[in-house]
């Protein structure tokens, strides 16, 4: 019974089953965006549904990252169909109305479904407090890397992806970022002259 | 009440095979050799055990028993019988109670049939079948337990997952993949049993060994293909290979294994590679078990992967018992199992087996490191990466050719040694076959050198194989004045193993073409349609007739009606490919429609279709010669059965080969001499 | 003789098959402006090979061009956009690749510890292939 070279072979299959461990601490389900800390595709999205107060933007206009500089912008993609949407959409709307009279922006794109089925279901959920808007073809949601829905970016006033976030958002992650990306660009205390 | 007899029957059954597995060494080593029977006995008892738990779990599915938390998960009252059944094993704790009971067939199987052979071989092998059937046995009555109790118990299920109900290969593909993967820890047994029982060197286990290997290698041959149809037939883009983990996970023991099998016959023949050939037998076990704790885990994403939870630690914990222990006890007896290894000569089908062996080996290890490298990338660089089919397809696909290659070369050399003029002399006439192969494809337009040297050594190994055939008849019938028919018969009695081998070669060979035409060749198109309009690929015209709706209890289905129009617009055909809505996914599954005929399939897919029926948007693939894969693999099968069913003796050690003109017969083994001694 | 001529019989026979046969096109009819793909056969091919390359987000490892999803069915189109606005695959690749990650490349970028991969196979069989001809030699060594 040769035991040294057992142990040589014992000692080779070591790295496959410590490999096979670390497998367990991973989520190959869960991608890595590399947005973040990048400048922000640009977008130009027809207006669906208007919002309210400083979100507030006319159906049938639309909308250019460009024009949003110096302002703090959350892009939701969403779909009707999507079941998670729904559990962040209160959250998402209230953070609209909390931030309404600091420099942001909230939109949400909708993906991959048919307006009418859009507004249908804003309505059943009680209203949006920021404009939804229409991405034909996906353009914008292909630009900005989107794997699934819900997904929400942060984007900072200078035009970079400050964070993304994968699945329903909560209140606690929107307050979070939005705050400290308001601080770190140092446009915390200027508020929003009135609704456009 | 069902669930708590199968749960109790399961609980008994780890008992009974932890018996068996400790009672093994102590009678051995005690000389109480009646004890075995108890062994043997708890081999047989642990196959009525779990089969009570499976017909119970089968009968609770057909029951619509909704207290089994199994059937909670997967059973529904909508869910047509068939796939009721059939979903035992269409996920997680039911196919883990399958593989059991495959398993549990397995152990009293080889009880049955070699318990009487002296010698601790049997005892040791069946000690480490009953071993692994405990894994899965404490796995079944913990953390798979498919029967644990639900309250309150629900009115209804969800059903199987949608994909799995749509096909009959679905009753088909998993119980053929069980059959080869579970039968696969049989010559692992053997290959255990032989080193701890210190016979590793004899040739007894290793003959025991091969046939359980072919057997098994015939199931998960014929279950790979199925897959490729199922695939085929059911996911909708016209493919059947998608270099997915899992099914990377079934081509590994299978290349492994087709490397043992002829391997083996070098070992039998001249007494070496006998420490290769072990490795190939144990290594193609681990290979299962990885492959079963890359679908279970959750490491991996892949379609196939079940739901995860904490059962992938236990198959890591699995695979780390295995590998520890056959490691130890491989390494550390390779001293007395290396034999050295004294060849004839170069130009010998030994020789060619070597290669055969170092393409096989090759092509598993790239396909194991491409389906790791996501891990591997994830770890060392921390960045998620794919390997997928541009990668398989460019790193395995010369590899592949070769091995087309050598299985003319093989059959056509003689075993022993010869002089390199008379190789030459074997070697020239399939060299025709690839000459009008070669002209064929060029002929219908294959530009890509792969597909043409894949075609050309086609039609260089089909002549070579079939020539095997010719020649040897042709012998017989110069010998013993037989007729055609006869002496093919008489052939192929003599000597099971090769002709048998060379009609899996021949199998081989057609799903290659199969594979190469329709890769290289497929066409296809994707159209919006309104009723009467046409859409032609290829030569290929359907028409739609109209788009239509029916209601079923689990799903609601939309279909197309297309009419195949041939060259003078007459039909010659229909089609109905269907999108079906399961009430319990949002997720429709596609049915596509396939027309098949020698030449090739006209397979249509139903992609989008206009709520009022308007009009359909379908995608019209041509695939030549995909029905060759299926036909193909039915003919490995045959070649696999007619190559198991032979007389047992082992092939004896070869002389010296005297060189031979071509128009003499090939060297006649001395068992066919034998053959011809006794009719 | 027989042999030979029973051979030349076939090549005539592939010939009148290749005359047959015609080449493999991709082109065919369908209603103008309602196709969802181009009728530039060319410029089909291109976008295919490129999408073959390109990992489906929303799927299970299938590319965007085998995968019959919506979100599959637009990224083709954003490649057959960019390959007639000229772009090259590098260039497509790179730009998904900056928005996906490295992840959307189904055969990994020949860069850094991938470069690994792709050698492992090439050393496995040539390394075999010597070690193949150093085990017959030794064997084969007059004792």
Not at chain 2, 133 to 149: K, M, N, S, Y
Not at chain 3, 10 to 39: D, K
Not at chain 3, 79 to 89: D, H, I, K, T, Y
């Amino acid at each position: 019974m040769n035991w040294k070279r057992s142990i040589i072979a014992l000692l080779a299959s070591a790295p496959v089953l410590a490999l096979f461990a670390f497998g367990f601490t991973r989520n190959p389900a869960e991608i890595p965006s590399p947005l973040p800390g990048r400048p922000a595709p640009p977008f130009t999205l027809a207006v669906l549904t208007a919002g309210e107060g400083s979100h507030a933007r006319t159906p049938g206009d639309t909308i250019r990252l460009s024009e949003l500089a110096g302002k703090v912008v959350v892009v939701n993609f969403w779909a009707s169909w999507c079941l998670p949407c729904r559990t962040e959409h209160n959250a998402l709307s209230e953070a609209a109305r909390y931030y309404s009279d600091k420099p942001t922006q909230f939109i949400g794109v909708l993906y991959n479904d048919s307006p009418s089925a859009g507004v249908r279901w804003i309505g059943e959920l009680g209203g949006m407090s920021y404009p939804a808007v229409t991405d034909v073809e996906s353009r914008t949601a292909i630009d900005y890397g989107l794997y699934g829905v819900p997904e929400t970016f942060i984007i900072d006033p200078a035009g970079r992806v400050a964070h993304k976030h994968l699945g329903p958002i909560t209140g606690d992650v929107l307050r979070r970022v939005i705050d400290s990306v308001l601080v770190s660009s140092g446009v915390a205390d200027s508020v929003v002259a009135g609704a456009g | 009440m069902t669930g708590t007899i199968a749960h109790s029957a399961l609980l008994v059954s780890v008992g009974v095979l932890a018996l068996g597995v400790i009672l093994t060494p102590v009678a051995v080593r005690s000389g109480r050799r009646e004890w075995l029977q108890l062994v043997y006995g708890a081999a047989y008892t642990n196959f009525l055990l779990v089969t009570i738990a499976t017909v119970a779990m089968v009968y609770a599915l057909v029951t619509h028993d909704f207290s089994v938390s199994y059937v909670a998960a997967v059973g529904s009252r909508s869910t047509p019988l068939l796939f009721t059944i059939i979903s035992l094993w269409g996920a997680l704790e039911g196919s883990i109670l399958f593989w059991a009971w495959v398993l549990a067939m397995y152990a009293a199987a080889v009880v049955w049939l070699h318990s009487r052979k002296p010698g601790n071989l049997i005892p040791y092998a069946t000690m480490t079948i009953l071993a692994v059937a405990a894994f899965f046995a404490i796995l079944l009555v913990g953390p798979a337990d498919p029967f644990r109790p639900v309250f309150p118990v629900p009115a209804d299920g969800p059903g199987p997952n949608t994909l799995l109900q749509n096909h009959i290969l679905m009753a088909v593909h998993p119980p053929l993949l069980y059959l080869g993967y579970v039968g696969m820890t049989v010559p692992f047994a053997f290959a255990i049993g032989a080193i701890v029982s210190n016979e590793a060197t004899s040739n007894e286990w290793t003959l025991l060994s091969r046939r359980w290997m072919l057997a098994s290698w015939g199931f998960l041959t014929a279950a790979i293909i199925a897959g490729m149809w199922w695939s085929y037939e059911v996911l909708g883009w016209g493919g059947y290979w998608a270099w997915d983990p899992v099914e990377n996970a079934s081509f590994l023991p299978w290349l492994t294994a087709t490397a043992y099998l002829h391997s083996v016959m070098v070992q039998e023949r001249r007494n070496m590679l006998r420490l290769w050939t072990l490795n190939l037998c144990v290594a193609t076990f681990v290979l299962t078990i990885l492959g079963t704790f890359l679908t279970r885990s959750g490491i991996l994403s892949s379609v196939h992967a079940f739901t995860t939870g904490s059962i992938g630690y236990y198959f890591l914990g699995l695979i780390a018992v295995v590998l520890a222990a056959t490691l130890v006890l491989v390494a550390g007896h390779s001293d007395r199992i290396r034999t050295p290894g004294k060849l004839g000569g170069a130009a010998s089908r030994e020789t060619v087996f070597l290669l055969n062996n170092l393409f096989l080996t090759a092509v598993m290890l790239t396909v194991l490191i491409g389906t790791l490298y996501p891990l591997i990338a994830e770890a060392i660089r921390g960045v998620k990466v794919s390997v997928g089919e541009p990668f398989f397809n460019r790193m395995t696909i010369p590899a592949m050719v070769a091995l087309i290659f050598l299985m003319g070369v093989g059959p056509s050399l003689p075993w022993g040694s010869t002089t390199w003029a008379d190789a030459r002399k074997r070697l020239a006439p399939p060299l025709a076959g690839a000459l009008i192969m070669a002209v064929i494809a060029i002929a219908v337009g294959t530009r890509s050198i792969y597909a043409l040297l894949a075609f050309t050594f086609v039609g260089y190994a089909a002549m070579g194989n079939l020539r095997e055939y010719w020649v040897g008849m042709r012998a017989r019938r110069r010998a013993h004045g037989e007729s055609w028919p006869t002496a093919l018969t008489r052939l192929v009695r003599g000597n099971r193993r090769r002709y048998g081998g060379y009609v899996a070669h021949i199998g081989i060979l057609f799903v290659a073409v199969g594979v190469t035409a329709s890769s290289a060749f497929r066409t296809e198109r994707e159209a919006t349609l309104l009723p009467g309009e046409t859409l032609t690929v290829s030569g290929k015209t359907v028409r739609l007739k109209g788009v239509w709706g029916r209601e079923e209890p689990q799903r609601s289905v939309i279909g197309a009606t297309l009419d195949v129009l041939g060259k003078d617009g007459a039909v010659t055909g229909t089609l109905e490919p269907r999108m079906n809505f399961y009430r319990v996914s949002d997720q429709p599954v596609p049915t596509p429609d396939v027309k098949s005929s020698i030449k090739g399939d006209l397979y249509v897919n139903l992609m989008a279709f206009e709520a009022n029926g308007a009009n359909a948007t379908i995608k019209v693939i041509v695939e030549p010669l995909v029905p060759w894969i299926w036909f193909g693999g039915l003919v490995i099968v045959i070649g696999s059965i007619i190559g198991m069913f032979h007389s047992g003796r082992r092939a004896v050690p070869v002389r010296k080969a005297p060189a031979s003109a071509p128009s003499d017969p090939p060297e006649t083994a001395p068992e066919d001499e034998i053959v011809e001694a006794l009719t | 003789m027989r042999r030979r001529a029973a051979f030349f019989a076939v090549l005539a026979v592939a010939a009148l098959l290749a005359g047959a046969s015609g080449a493999q096109t991709t082109t065919g009819t369908s209603a103008p402006g309602r196709s969802s793909v181009s009728t530039d056969s060319a410029l089909e091919a291109r976008t295919s090979a490129v999408a073959a390359t390109l990992r489906c987000p929303v799927c299970q490892g299938e590319s965007i061009q085998d995968s019959p999803s919506e979100l599959a069915q637009q990224m083709r189109a954003v490649v057959r956009e960019r390959l007639r606005a000229g772009e090259s695959p590098e260039e497509i690749k790179a730009y998904f690749a900056s928005r996906y990650g490295e992840w959307i490349l189904l055969e990994p970028k020949m860069t850094g510890l991938n470069i690994v991969l792709y050698i492992l196979p090439v050393v496995l069989v040539i390394g075999g292939l010597i070690l193949v001809v150093a085990l017959v030699r030794k064997w084969t060594r007059p004792v």
